[in-house]
């Protein structure tokens, strides 16, 4: 084979095989790292799956929030004003935490139907809604404050 | 008065990039010079323009002309002058002015630093770069003024600027990566030209390889101080999150490491030459799809501005016009600049080669990652995230195959190498490598096998670097004139690779050993933390210009002997009302100690108190500062210049000759 041809062969057979194993780390990491997002009246209506991380957005709901005396442990509820999901979570909320504003907690859902959260994420600014819960609210028909649309 | 100056200004900016994008091109293809030679002059009245522009803006931002829609609703009369300042990239409107203004001035700087350019070439430069800034600039007007009224109606105070980007590394970070992205055009500038042109030779990489170092400087230290920034100001010590906005800014570093380095093999050897050209178009479409995944707010993150289906349409579709125009033309002119040069496997060619495809599937993946999210979305499978463990999963071993190869890259020889003489070379330093592998974790209990794998991978690339070092020396007369030869692109290549070795260890030591602990505080409580004793010991009330906070005082001691003091916040803008969480840290070459509030619980004074120890963090961002110092030293490289002198020269010689 001419020589040229023969480098060519290589650096082909070299980047086949590298891209191949490449994405097969690829559909491995993807695999189990993905997490589907759910409004609260599908996780209520039982199709968001038990035992596997979700996430759930919302708004919290009003007088929802209830803290431990003694622990960094919080529970409340994410509401789209037409189901809700109780959410607990140990550890630091965010700053722009606050009841009756959106936040997505990112969990596991266990038997009870309780999302027991690792993460919580709450908007960044004033203006800002994650694009998740806007689509939830407006599937349920309300807007931001609860008022029907 | 002021911003109709502005606006005004921005619309003859506008109108110049129309001229500059048709008249020189139009020039460079009938071969007419004075059209050609109208394209510098284009350039910096553009630049003139976008700066008057912007100027004007600032100036509504400094004087509290809440007038302007854009002051009124992103800044405060009580910010502070600096803020202000800032406060006029820190939206939408205004950072895409900083865009167009960073553009203009990348394309000024290629008219007035390019002398030696023939004036065909840098006619076609400057035409692709206004055609991108007639893209920016008729998004900036059409879609997204900044200097929109708010008449009548103006309010007596504005709405205050987000408090997350009152902080000075937002700054400068901005900016910093703008001139990095931005940057990227001028290589995709030439490589466009170099397609139109039918011509590329190695003249042509080293024109457009100190505009690429220098860009990927930038770049680099502007990610280094986003993560730096996200680190202290997010309250929660993370400082890489992979979110999707990060990521369209790592990628087109991803592509532009592969751009300098398939570059270095374009000039040295004149291979590779329509992959690089290739590269050159991906870095900057991954720059323009970063803008797009950013401004367009299809992802949730926290870079996201209050959105509009408007523009993201447009960046979108003007996407599809740069890359689909520029692969198009690709497709087309690539045969005629491709390259006919062989090289022997055994040699610094093929290393480069795995560096390139390392870093080209790196990009991709992170792509994949980023992009997947939307793909499902738009096929209606439901909304899902990619989260972190994807990302640390793909990426990390591809980085740990890179290591090896890098090592390797300086003391190999370019065209044809042999093995026996690697062996040779690398004997010693892959001995001491892994002795060092195996020692230096133990200085910290309990061993840890990623650690060791750092400290063998980045023992590995410093030891090349220092055998490579000690061979050219050796072949010196003396010493002096050993290092005395050693020229600016060298040091660069070596500082850059010092950096990412630094980052390595950094990355993998900081992840491995950090110690953090949330927990519930009452004044008078302390903590042991890695040997650390943090004493919380009262609250207190503080006042800044536009905020009031609850300062938590700290003290830290290690073996009864003080440390630090550290004073964390919990701030409320008086503006907003919003809650900002101030972190304190106590910086250290070897570990940070940092403390930040959470929220108070329960009735007796306490706090949720995050408490972290991170060892060496720091050496990912001093890490990223070396990589930026190498590339531009190297960009600084005599050679580049020299060029000058000698075509200088020789069209004299051709004058007289005449």
């Given at each position: ?25 690829v559909?491995?990491a993807l695999?189990?790292n993905i997490n ?19 996430r ?38 965010p700053?722009l ?7 997505v907690?990112s ?12 993460e919580i994420l709450a908007k960044h600014d004033?203006?800002y809604?994650p694009p998740e ?17 | ?85 800032s406060?006029?990239w820190g939206n939408h409107?205004?950072s895409l002015?900083l865009w167009?203004?960073i ?59 987000n408090?997350l980007l009152?902080d000075p590394g937002l700054i400068i970070h901005p900016p910093l990566l703008y001139m990095g992205y931005v940057g990227f ?30 860009a990927w400087g930038f770049l680099s230290l502007g990610i280094m101080l986003g993560s730096w920034w996200a680190y202290y100001e997010l309250g929660w010590g993370g400082w890489w999150f992979w979110d999707p906005v990060e990521n369209a800014s790592f990628m087109p570093w991803l592509a532009g490491t592969a ?23 991906f870095a900057f479409s991954l720059s323009l799809l970063g803008t797009f995944l950013v401004r367009s707010g299809v992802l949730t993150s926290v870079h996201a501005f209050?959105t509009?289906?408007?523009?993201g349409?447009?960046i979108?579709?003007?996407l ?38 390392v870093f080209l599937v790196a990009t991709l993946t992170v792509l994949f990652g980023t992009l997947f999210p939307l793909i499902?979305d ?5 909304k899902v995230s990619v989260g972190p463990p994807y990302f640390n999963a793909v990426f990390v071993p591809l980085m740990?195959?890179l ?96 950096g990412f070795?630094a980052c390595v260890?950094g990355i993998v030591?900081t992840s491995?050993?950090s ?66 969480t101030?972190a ?30 991170k060892?060496?963090v720091r050496w990912m961002w001093l890490g990223a500062i070396?990589m930026a ?30």
């Open positions: 084979m001419h020589p040229v041809r023969k480098q060519r062969l290589y650096l082909v057979l070299f980047i086949t095989l590298f891209s191949t194993a490449a994405i097969g780390l559909v491995y695999r189990g589907l997002f759910y409004p609260p009246a599908e996780v209520v209506a039982g199709s968001a799956p038990v035992g596997q991380p979700i759930v957005g919302g708004m919290v709901m009003e007088d929802s929030v209830q803290r431990s005396p003694d622990s960094l442990a919080i529970r409340f509820k994410l509401t789209d004003y037409e189901q809700a999901v109780e959410v607990v979570y140990v550890g630091i909320l700053d935490f606050a009841e009756g504003q959106g936040a907690a969990g596991v859902l266990n038997e009870d139907g309780v999302l027991e959260a690792t004033e203006n809604m819960v806007t689509e939830a609210l407006e599937n349920s028909g309300y807007d931001q404050d609860g008022n029907a649309k | 008065m002021i911003p109709e100056i502005g606006h005004f200004a921005l619309i003859i900016a506008f109108c110049l990039s129309l001229i500059l994008a048709t008249v020189p091109a139009w020039g460079a293809w009938r071969g007419n010079s004075v059209a050609m030679a109208l394209a510098p002059s284009l350039a910096v009245g553009m630049l003139v323009f976008v700066a008057i522009s912007f100027a004007c803006l600032a100036t509504a931002f400094l004087q509290d002309d809440f007038s302007v829609q854009l002051v009124a609703s992103h800044s405060n009369s009580l910010l502070p002058p600096i803020y202000k300042f406060a006029v409107e205004g002015l167009a203004l553009l203009a001035f990348w394309t000024a700087a290629v008219a007035v630093l390019s002398p030696q350019l023939p004036l065909l070439v840098l006619s076609r430069v400057l035409s692709v770069m206004g055609a991108i800034a007639i893209g920016f600039m008729a998004f900036s007007l059409f879609t997204s003024n900044p200097f929109a009224r708010l008449l009548p109606g103006a309010p007596a105070d504005g709405g205050d600027l408090p009152q055009s001028v290589a995709f500038a030439f490589a466009i030209a170099a397609l139109l042109g039918g011509r590329l030779d190695a003249s042509w990489a080293r024109w457009s390889r100190p505009w690429t170092n220098i751009l300098i380095h398939s570059l270095a093999a374009t000039e040295k050897r004149g291979l590779f030459k329509s992959w690089t050209v290739l590269l050159a178009i209050a509009d289906p408007a523009r349409m447009f979108l579709v003007f599809a016009v740069v890359v689909g125009g520029s692969l198009t033309l690709y497709a087309f002119r690539a045969p005629a600049v491709s390259s006919r040069v062989g090289f022997d496997w055994v040699s610094r060619e093929s290393l480069l080669l795995c560096n390139n495809v499902v738009a096929m209606g499978l439901g740990a195959l290591v090896p190869v890098m090592g390797m890259g300086p003391v190999s020889r370019w065209k044809r190498d042999n093995v026996s003489r690697w062996r040779q070379q690398l004997l010693i330093p892959t001995a001491v490598a892994v002795l060092c592998g195996i020692t230096l974790p133990l200085l910290h209990a309990p061993y840890n096998i990623w650690v060791a794998l750092a400290v063998l991978l980045s023992s590995w690339l410093l030891l090349g670097l220092l055998q490579d070092f000690w061979q050219r020396l050796r072949n010196a007369s003396s010493t002096a004139s050993g290092v005395k030869r050693l020229t600016p692109s060298y040091w660069g290549m070596v500082i850059a690779h010092l070795a260890i030591a491995q050993y110690v953090e602990h949330d927990l519930k505080m009452e004044p008078g409580d302390s903590r042991e933390l890695a040997g650390y004793e943090f004493r919380f010991i009262e609250v207190a009330q503080v006042r800044g210009p536009n905020f009031v906070a609850d300062e938590a005082r700290f003290e830290v001691t290690r073996n009864g002997e003080w440390v630090a003091n550290l004073n964390p916040q919990k701030r409320r803008y008086l503006a907003s009302g919003s809650i900002m101030e304190a840290i106590d910086a250290g070459l070897f570990r940070d100690l940092y403390v930040a509030m959470g929220e108070p619980v329960g009735t007796d004074g306490a706090w949720a108190m995050r408490l972290h120890y060892p060496m070396l110092v190498g590339a531009f030293a190297a960009a600084a490289d005599k050679r580049y210049r020299r060029q000058r002198v000698a075509t200088k020269a020789s069209s004299e010689a051709v004058l007289h000759g005449a």
